[in-house]
């Protein structure tokens, strides 16, 4: 929810909102609000979990291209 009122108050909208994580909760928390994510594959959760549980798993380098 604490999400959820931080994207009402700065208007977005969940296409244009992506959450940065590193498990498998962070996975279920963007499903939960409608909005993409992205894993480190550094975290928490090993990769092959996170790939497992349907999350797109990149590195640092990755997440700086995407975001660049």
């Not at 208007?11 to 480190?40: F, M, N, Q």
């Not at 975290?43 to 996170?50: D, F, I, K």
């Amino acid at each position: 929810e604490l999400a959820r009122a931080h994207m009402a108050k700065i208007k977005a909208l969940p296409s244009e909102v992506v959450l940065i994580g590193d498990t498998v909760h962070d996975i279920e928390a963007a499903e939960a609000i409608g909005v993409d994510s992205l894993l480190l594959d550094c975290g928490h959760n090993s990769p092959e979990r996170l790939s497992a549980a349907g999350g797109r798993v990149v590195s640092y380098n990755q997440l700086y291209e995407i975001l660049a």
